[in-house]
């Protein structure tokens, strides 16, 4: 028998609201040590609100958040919108998040090394992303959270940044949480997956959940079977706004963001 | 003419102090200002500042002071306040700022017991600053550059991400609250100095200046502390030599800086 590994975040049936608009609900998700779990879903699913409030930075309206005490996360927001009246060096940007570090061995370590110096308005897509990875990893962190770390980044940029990701999890141990867009990645390079829309569709190893009909009716019959080998009947669909259609049953008092 | 010339001297000198006391802590705090895009937001709360004044000769007390109260409680308002039945914080802010001059203006107007020098507060009536009031303006400088300098890493951080220094162990609401109080400090301030239309100037013009020649947050900070050092004495001088308003010399000095800085190629 090998003992689990241990709990880092547990979300227990969490609600996100703003406002009168309820994103997310009835959501529970938990993340171990040393595993990639991605979230996906269509847009507005609530992935980032989940992700918000796994990092605190939402108080759910319902339901709890626990996060291991001690719990080091390093963070990779979707975007990052610096005024380019702000001369912020590559460099700096890393010391603003960890002071007294190797910044340059920081920077080759993710493939970036060439824009140490560089300002951080001018850094293409995918040497931002990397740069923010390496801020997120200067924290020696037990988990790393990526907001669609592969945005803005080319076809081939997208392969090696994913590449680089699953390294970083083998070398370091580090745990993974992503929000994530591209399934064929997903599916091939991560040990939970999560289905999103507005509640959990349905989650577990991306095998059985390419075969699940909730995500067959989220992302459609063809590219389930690309993914998996068959697909089968499901319980509800989702209206174009996400909301289910018909009455089915599962966990929670779930009102689908209605 | 030896006395005459001593007159002339201190109240040049006063002015001149005052002056540089606002530009080194404006200078640095415009320069988030401006990395924040918040120039609006400046302006809003300085144009609040004539109702400060006069409630502060209605309650009888000097005007910074009722200025300052004024000044912190819009800010305090404001900064949790992020838009009212669908309209932006902008919209917003544009209302407040000008319903609160107009009030300002009409309360004014209407105390009997005083007449307000209205073209003093608001275009600035440095000239005329007292040796009381001089260690108001270095009391007041001194604190919120004190305060900036403490709060300098967490406020670039939240600058360039909120919610990654959020992350990072920042806390976010307190150092975005203090900014606001920095804020209004320094609007209270630059009011004597520029006047309440022009205090916008003394926070954004030196540190757009400076962006050409910094290659480090920290080097814009100091640059645009510097810029506006330099705005101060040359608007003062003109006016001595010219006979022109001080205020409006010094945001004059400012953007001719400001010119020239722009025919620089930016270092970073």
């Known amino acids: 028998m090998v003992s689990a590994p241990a709990t880092l975040i547990e979300v227990h049936n969490a609600e996100v609201s703003y406002g009168a608009r309820t994103v997310l609900c009835g959501a529970s998700v938990t993340v171990r040590a040393g595993e990639i779990v991605t979230l996906i879903g269509p847009n507005g699913a609530g992935k980032t609100s989940l992700v918000r409030a796994m990092l605190g930075l939402v108080k759910p309206s319902r339901g709890t958040v626990v996060r291991k005490p001690g719990l080091r996360i390093g963070y990779m927001p979707q975007r990052l919108n610096i005024d380019p009246a702000l001369p912020l060096s590559v460099r700096r940007f890393l010391q603003l998040g960890a002071p007294g570090k190797d910044y340059q061995s920081a920077l080759d370590d993710v493939g970036a090394g060439h824009v140490v110096e560089h300002p951080m308005q001018n850094v293409s897509g995918g040497e931002l992303q990397r740069v923010m990875l390496a801020r997120a990893l200067l924290r020696e962190p037990d988990l790393l959270v990526l907001d669609e770390p592969v945005q803005g980044v080319d076809i081939t940029g997208q392969a090696e940044l994913y590449r680089l990701i699953q390294d970083i999890r083998k070398n370091r141990g580090v745990a993974v949480v992503m929000v994530s867009h591209d399934l064929h990645v997903v599916m091939a390079q991560t040990d939970h997956v999560i289905c999103l829309n507005h509640h959990v569709c349905c989650a577990g190893h991306p095998e059985a959940v390419s075969r699940h009909p909730e995500f067959v009716a989220l992302f459609g019959d063809e590219i389930a079977s690309t993914l998996a080998v068959y697909a089968h009947d499901h319980d509800h669909e989702h209206g174009l706004d996400g909301h289910v259609q018909d009455s089915h049953v599962h966990g929670g008092q779930c009102d689908h963001g209605g | ?268």
């Open chain 2, 1 to 268: 003419m030896g006395g005459n010339a001593t007159m002339v001297d201190e109240f040049l000198i006063r002015a001149a102090l005052a002056g540089v006391a606002v530009a080194l802590v404006a200078g640095p705090l415009g320069a988030f200002v401006v990395w924040r895009r918040m120039a609006y937001f400046g302006g809003a709360l300085s144009h609040m500042a004539l109702l400060g004044v006069a409630l502060g000769f209605l309650l009888g007390i000097q005007p910074i002071f009722g200025v300052a109260f004024v000044v912190v409680s819009a800010a305090l308002i404001l900064s949790g306040v992020h838009g009212v039945r669908g309209l932006s914080l902008d919209t917003m802010l544009g209302i407040v700022a000008h319903a609160a001059l107009a009030l300002g203006l009409i309360v004014a107007a209407s105390m009997d017991s005083v007449r307000l020098d209205l073209m003093g507060y608001l275009f600035g009536d440095i000239l005329a600053v007292g040796w009381d009031e001089l260690i108001w303006v270095w009391c007041g400088a001194a604190i919120v550059l004190a305060l900036l300098v403490k709060l300098w890493r967490p406020l670039l951080n939240i600058t360039v991400h909120a919610d990654l220094a959020a992350v990072e162990g920042h806390n976010v609401r307190r150092v975005e609250l203090l900014f606001m109080l920095m804020l209004a400090l320094v609007v209270a301030l630059a009011m004597k100095v520029v006047g309440i239309l022009l205090v916008t100037s003394m926070l954004i013009i030196p540190a757009a200046s400076a962006r050409a020649l910094a290659r480090t947050p920290e080097a814009m900070g100091g640059i645009a502390a510097l810029v506006g050092v330099m705005s101060v004495l040359s608007g003062l001088w003109v006016s001595y030599i010219y006979d022109v308003p001080a205020g409006p010399g010094i945001v004059a000095g400012a953007t001719v800086l400001f010119a020239l800085g722009l025919t620089l190629k930016p270092r970073l």
